[in-house]
């Protein structure tokens, strides 16, 4: 039996004390919050997409950052098992567009309950309102752990799960890093991911509370293609969010600052320029007699309508029967390949999850434990790995967090 002590009470801190304690561990929970899973309750918009029901080649082709160092950990502790897990805690759960998994209460609270009552069944011992300060290491080995009210408490085994930095109000504040990075751990630099991004044009501001379901967006460094996706985006008084946009952000967050990057939105991605023209000429046809102006409502949301017309350079009181083939062409391509400039991301207040963190070459994926230290493990979100919205981000929590715990004996 040993004295395990975990540092964070989130995602993987909790599954990781759940299968440490399977060993018949003595594991304590240390948490600076009043309460478990601060984060947690904030999740798929209080909801808390658990994780993703598809094929595991899907879930690694989802995750953006060190996909290779997840291969032991999601095997062995894959999606299902999660599911599986849950519904033994008596958190059932469904499955909703895009395969991912919510409990079927749609409420975040029921998980922590789940877990949080697993932990009591298992003579857990969770010490809220209670912060490390430093973990005690002698000769590359952990010793124990020192709380910020001075105390010293021996164990054999100590797990760093506190989080990245996205959302410091629920306590995610890179003390787990400070503390690694004091006992030779390098920090890859932290980026806000799955956060809006922020665009350069005026006329944004006009666009505000917009939103635009089935369209696609690419985005350009140059003439280098690096993202290009299909779904709903959401215009804000800063620039843009909503699904396409957030996952966008993972892939473009390293380009700022220092860049500018173009994007473009196809507004009508179903058509190709020839359909999009005869589908221009029949609302024309219909709208005859009215200006430029007002012959867009069939087309495009009304919000739209003024920027898409300064776009095109059209006179907007010119007679649609007067508006030549040349100008449609125009209006094709502003409908077609709408253009923005990012300009960066919001910050980490606003971020869903953190990019970088732990460098994954001193962490051994079997197992999770520290190349550098004997003793010493990580799981979750202060590892450098982050995955798109879809659940993917809470598997990797689950499963590294899994991982550690049973490898702690």
């Not at 021996?154 to 787990?176: M, R």
């Not at 990075?181 to 509370?209: D, F, S, W």
């Not at 280098?224 to 967050?253: C, Q, R, W």
């Not at 300009?343 to 869903?352: D, L, P, S």
């Amino acid at each position: 039996m040993k004295n395990i002590a975990i540092i964070g009470c989130g995602a993987a801190g909790m599954m990781a004390a759940l299968a440490a304690s399977k060993n018949g561990n003595n594991v304590t929970i240390y948490e600076k919050n009043e309460k478990a899973g601060k984060k947690l309750f904030i999740t798929g918009k209080g909801r808390c997409n658990i994780t993703n029901a598809s094929d595991i080649e899907v879930i690694l082709n989802n995750i953006i950052t060190n996909k290779k160092f997840m291969y032991s950990s999601l095997y062995t502790f894959d999606n299902n098992m999660v599911i599986d897990a849950f519904e033994k805690m008596k958190v059932p759960v469904k499955i909703e567009r895009g395969n991912r998994v919510f409990p079927i209460s749609d409420k975040s609270s029921d998980v922590i309950k789940g877990l949080t009552d697993e932990l009591v069944r298992r003579n857990v011992t969770i010490k809220y309102n209670t912060p490390v300060k430093n973990i005690i290491v002698n000769n590359c080995k952990v010793k124990g752990v020192e709380l910020s009210n001075g105390k010293v408490y021996d164990y054999d085994c100590v797990l760093l799960a506190t989080g990245g930095i996205s959302y410091p109000s629920t306590g995610s504040t890179g003390e787990g890093h400070k503390m690694a990075e004091a006992l030779g751990h390098t920090i890859k630099k932290m980026r806000p991911a799955l956060v809006p991004l922020v665009a350069k044009e005026e006329y944004i501001k006009n666009l505000q509370g917009l939103s635009l379901k089935n369209v696609e967006v690419s985005i350009y460094n140059g003439k280098k293609n690096l993202y290009n996706d299909f779904g709903e985006m959401l215009f804000t008084h800063f620039g843009i969010s909503g699904p396409l946009i957030l996952s966008a952000s993972s892939i473009v967050s390293k380009y700022f600052p220092g860049n500018e990057l173009r994007m473009t939105i196809d507004l009508k991605p179903a058509l190709d320029e020839r359909q999009l023209d005869e589908r221009i000429l029949r609302d024309f046809e219909k709208n005859i007699n009215k200006s430029f102006k007002n012959s867009l409502d069939a087309l495009l949301p009304k919000k739209l309508i003024p920027v898409i017309i300064e776009y095109t350079g059209i006179n907007p009181e010119k007679k649609v029967n007067e508006i030549t083939k040349e100008e449609r062409s125009v209006l094709v391509k502003a409908l077609k390949t709408m253009e923005l400039t990012i300009v960066g991301t919001r910050g980490f207040n606003e971020a869903i999850i953190t990019q970088g963190g732990i460098n994954v070459k001193e962490i051994n994926p079997a197992t999770m434990e520290s190349k550098l230290i004997k003793g010493l493990y990580f799981a979750g979100e202060m590892i450098d790995i982050d995955a798109l919205t879809g659940g993917y981000n809470l598997q990797v929590a689950w499963s590294t967090g899994y991982l550690a715990g049973i490898s702690m004996e």
